[in-house]
């Protein structure tokens, strides 16, 4: 199967920055999309930020402008950099994963979740 494991996730202060990582490992042929999505206390899951096989990005437009999606294709690999970060970016973020296996098959694959707090 596929494993992705996200890191960098912590506590931070406003206006401070922090930087996501996601690993992702296992049965893959290739990867298409991927992204992080965030989900707050009582909200739902939202997509943060997405980046396709070709390096196209997407954001949601309470990020643009602050955070950056970036994929290092040969390590499976993708980064979120968030910079001045503000206590509504206080989350879980998940990283997401549209993967063809060497099965070969087509399937969204999740990570375990990383917590981001900001501090006023």
């Known amino acids: 199967q596929v494993q992705l494991v996200e890191s960098g996730g912590g506590l931070v202060q406003a206006g401070g920055s922090l930087r996501l990582s996601c690993a992702a490992s296992g049965s893959i042929f290739s990867i298409n999309a991927m992204g992080w999505y965030r989900q707050a206390p009582g909200k739902q899951r939202e997509l943060v930020a997405g980046?396709?096989?070709?390096?196209?990005?997407d954001y949601a437009d309470s990020v643009k402008g602050r955070f950056t999606i970036s994929r290092d294709s040969a390590k499976n690999t993708v980064y979120l950099q968030m910079n001045s970060l503000k206590p509504e970016d206080t989350a879980v973020y998940y990283c997401?994963?549209?993967?063809?296996?060497?099965?070969?098959?087509?399937?969204?694959?999740w990570g375990q979740g990383t917590q981001v707090t900001v501090s006023s």
């Open positions: 997401n994963a549209v993967v063809v296996t060497t099965t070969p098959r087509q399937h969204a694959y």
């Open positions: 980046i396709t096989s070709g390096g196209s990005t």
